[in-house]
């Protein structure tokens, strides 16, 4: 499952990419809307909707398919990244209660 986190980031990381094949200002006339809310997507703090995700790729002049192929690798990406650095945050605690545990073993 993918939460809104790795939605936002995939999403930054797609709008950044669209970005290298037309301008942001295409971007936003070609998929109806303005250019400040391409912008809140390229800083990964909103989630567009499913129409104006497709008018998205289209503006770049991709295929649907292909858009929506690159999306899904992005937010695979995403999904990696954000396990890993959960799993860092969980070996970080477990040494942090092994240190406590081996603490009251040894005063």
Known sequence: MFDDEVHRNAIKDFVAFLRTITTQK????????????????????????IKVFFNMIEAAGLDLKEGAS??????????????????????????????????????
Do not use: C, W
């Open 26 to 49: 295409n971007i936003a006339f070609f998929s109806d809307v303005s250019r400040e809310y391409v912008r809140h997507l390229g800083k990964g703090e909103k989630i567009p909707t």
């Open 70 to 107: 690159l999306y899904i690798d992005f937010m695979e990406k995403q999904k990696i990244s954000l396990a890993a650095d959960n799993g860092k945050g969980l070996d970080y605690i477990k040494r942090v209660h092994a240190k406590k545990d081996s603490a009251k073993k040894n005063p």
